[in-house]
């Protein structure tokens, strides 16, 4: 069974800065690709910032330039440092990740999620 855990969420005022976690554990073969999705009250989830299994990065333009992703791949791990945050950056931070283990290739997996409330 594999599992993503997120960590980092909270309360921050505008400006401030999060760096959040996401550790995945389990029978892992391989990833081939992890990141954030967020999800806001009453709106759609969205991609926030991915490693993708290309090799290369998404990150949504709304983020570009105050948001990194960054990840330690030894660890199974990957971060969103998450700079001069904005009220519309308050959402629920998911990790997800496309996970092969011995008997499943290509699982998509999901995190419980993380809060992120940023005040004006």
């Known amino acids: 069974q594999v599992q993503l855990v997120e960590s980092g969420g909270g309360l921050v005022q505008a400006g401030g800065s999060l760096r959040l976690s996401c550790a995945a554990s389990?029978?892992?073969?391989?990833?081939?690709?992890m990141g954030w999705y967020r999800q806001a009250p009453g709106k759609q989830r969205e991609l926030v910032a991915m490693?993708?299994?290309?090799?290369?990065?998404n990150l949504a333009d709304s983020v570009k330039g105050r948001f990194t992703i960054s990840r330690d791949s030894a660890k199974n791990t990957v971060y969103l440092q998450m700079n001069s945050l904005k009220p519309e950056d308050t959402a629920v931070y998911y990790c997800?990740?496309?996970?092969?283990?011995?008997?499943?290739?290509?699982?998509?997996?999901w995190g419980k999620g993380t809060l992120v409330t940023v005040s004006s």
């Open positions: 997800n990740a496309e996970v092969t283990t011995k008997h499943f290739s290509g699982m998509d997996i």
């Open positions: 389990g029978s892992i073969f391989s990833i081939s690709a």
């Open positions: 490693f993708t299994s290309g090799g290369g990065t």
